[in-house]
């Protein structure tokens, strides 16, 4: 088992940046694929960013968005950038023991979820 905690969340302004974090426990690594999704009100919960032997984003958020991590730690990060409103979301950390370019998008693929952060962006 994997557990996934979520921080960093909070309220920023339109073009504003935040970073979260998620630390990983209950194994002594990180797993293969780990990734961050998010839920917009209303929304389906939807792909934002992976990283497994490369790094994989949603268009919306390419070039703004950064993930990285730090195995040596169990760390996940997101760095966002130049936030816009429909960025409002919560945002959940997640993780798989593999990865395969036919479902790193699709959330239900992702046995390990954090308990999510919210992400607010005003304009």
């Not at 557990?3 to 504003?16: D, H, M, P």
């Not at 919306?60 to 990060?77: E, H, L, P, Q, W």
Request: glycine share 8%.
């Amino acid at each position: 088992q994997v557990q996934l905690v979520e921080s960093g969340g909070g309220l920023v302004q339109a073009g504003g940046s935040l970073s979260l974090s998620c630390a990983a426990s209950g194994r002594t690594r990180l797993p293969y694929t780990v990734g961050w999704l998010r839920q917009a009100p209303g929304r389906e919960r939807e792909f934002v960013a992976a990283i497994a032997w490369s790094t994989y984003y949603a268009d919306s958020v390419k070039a703004r968005f950064t993930i990285f991590r730090d195995d040596a730690n169990n760390m996940m990060y997101l760095q966002m950038n130049s936030l816009k409103p429909d960025d409002t979301a919560v945002y959940y950390c997640a993780a798989a023991a593999l990865f395969s370019s036919a479902w790193y998008q699709n959330p239900s693929r992702y046995p390990y979820w954090g308990q999510g952060t919210q992400v607010t962006v005003s304009s």
